[in-house]
Each structure stands twice: as C-alpha cells, then as structure tokens.
T-cell receptor
Framework: AQSVTQPDIHITVSEGASLELRCNYS??????LFWYVQSPGQGLQLLLK??????LVQGIKGFEAEFKRSQSSFNLRKPSVHWSDAAEYFC?????????????FGTGTRLKVLA | DTAVSQTPKYLVTQMGNDKSIKCEQN?????MYWYKQDSKKFLKIMFS???????INETVPNRFSPKSPDKAHLNLHINSLELGDSAVYFC?????????????FGPGTRLTVL
C-alpha cells in the first residue's frame, strides 16, 4: 500500500541554522512527490514538487528537496532558516491512475524556529 | 484574487445538525477535492470530482454528500453532525486528474461540533 512517513513530528532549529526535514515514501511506481507548508490557521501552500528529471528540485522561499530513489526519500532542505519558516510541513505522494489518483500525505513535521 | 475560496472559515454547531461548506475555484480547473484534517493534523482525502463527476469516495460515511453544480464549485453537505466530524476541511483543485498536476488548496473551514 502507498504511504508517506515523516519520522520527525517536531523539529526545533535556531534562526540562521540549516534545516532538513525527512520524508520517506512507499509506492510501487515512479512517484510524484510534493512538499507543502501550512502556516498557523492557513491553508496549504506548495513549496516544490518532483515529477521527473533532475533529482534536486528548487522551490519557493529558498527550499530545495532531493529525490533519492534508492532510499525512497524526498527530504526537504534549507541552508538558513528564517523565523517566518515556523510552520507545519507536509510531504505528499501522488498515487494512482486517472481514475483513482489522489495525494497521500505524511503526518507532518512541525518546525519551531528559535530567535 | 483568491484562487480557491471556502465559506465559512469557521463553523460551530450542535450535534445532530446539518451544515454545508462551500468551495469555489477561479483557476479554470477541471478537478476538485475535499480533504479532512483531524486534530493531529493528519490530512486525508475524502472526495474528488472531475468535470462534475465523482471520481473518488474514500469510504466516507454517507452523511457526507458532496455536490458539484459546475466545474468551479464543489460543496460539502454534512447531515446529522457528530462530535468526530470536528476537523478542518480543505477544498483543493487541480487542472486535471493526473499525476503531474499540482493541487491548490483553499484556506480551510474549521468545523467544531459541540
């Protein structure tokens, strides 16, 4: 069965420090992978996505993610975190055919940024 | 211009009542979705519609009835509300129902059942 695992429920980093949020997926075919961010009381905003090609993808707000097929991972990174990055981050895999296609989300990682 | 909008933003009601949440997208997309986010922030798809046709019904109780009057709107009606229905409900849309397409989410409707 398809699934997405985000092993870290909470992460705390200092402002200016680097960040890596982990995401592992289970999916039999080539995955479509997404990272979304949810600020408090807000909807979900797409940070970046991977469909094919270069395994290092760049997103908005200085985020990037690397697809590693051998590790079934799609980790999100940022070299220097800003206080405004404090939010909930969701990894998702797009799974299924046109008749069954849906996103499967991980349980999210809550990021806290210390001043 | 808001791409995907939902009304209301907050909804507080008593058990047993019937309520509706409305969703509209102005992106010209063909596909729309409803997701439920529970108290632990877990997001799960409930329904998807493509060109007003129901595509996915993810074993949701039949107290939940989505309706798509046109491609730009997908409303969610909930009958006989229960405590466990308390959650944040997100509407989303995408251009097509396909793997490479991005879903755009609305701001959510926080439903509280007392």
């Amino acid at each position: 069965a398809q699934s997405v695992t985000q092993p870290d429920i909470h992460i705390t980093v200092s402002e200016g420090a680097s960040l890596e949020l982990r995401c592992n997926y289970s999916y039999g075919a080539t995955p479509y992978l997404f990272w979304y961010v949810q600020s408090p009381g807000q909807g979900l905003q797409l940070l970046l996505k991977y469909f094919s090609g270069d395994t290092l993808v760049q997103g908005i707000k200085g985020f990037e993610a690397e697809f590693k097929r051998s590790q079934s991972s799609f980790n999100l990174r940022k070299p220097s975190v800003h206080w405004s990055d404090a939010a909930e981050y969701f990894c998702a895999v797009g799974a299924g055919t046109s008749g069954t296609y849906k996103y499967i989300f991980g349980t999210g990682t809550r990021l806290k940024v210390l001043a | 211009d808001t791409a995907v909008s939902q009304t209301p933003k907050y909804l507080v009601t008593q058990m047993g009542n019937d309520k509706s949440i409305k969703c509209e997208q102005n992106l010209g997309h063909d596909t729309m979705y409803w997701y439920k986010q529970d108290s632990k922030k877990f997001l799960k798809i409930m329904f998807s519609y493509n060109n007003k046709e129901l595509i996915i019904n993810e074993t949701v109780p039949n107290r939940f009835s989505p309706k798509s009057p046109d491609k730009a709107h997908l409303n969610l009606h909930i009958n006989s509300l229960e405590l466990g229905d308390s959650a944040v409900y997100f509407c989303a849309s995408s251009r097509v129902l396909a793997g490479e397409d991005t879903q755009y989410f609305g701001p959510g409707t926080r439903l509280t059942v007392l």
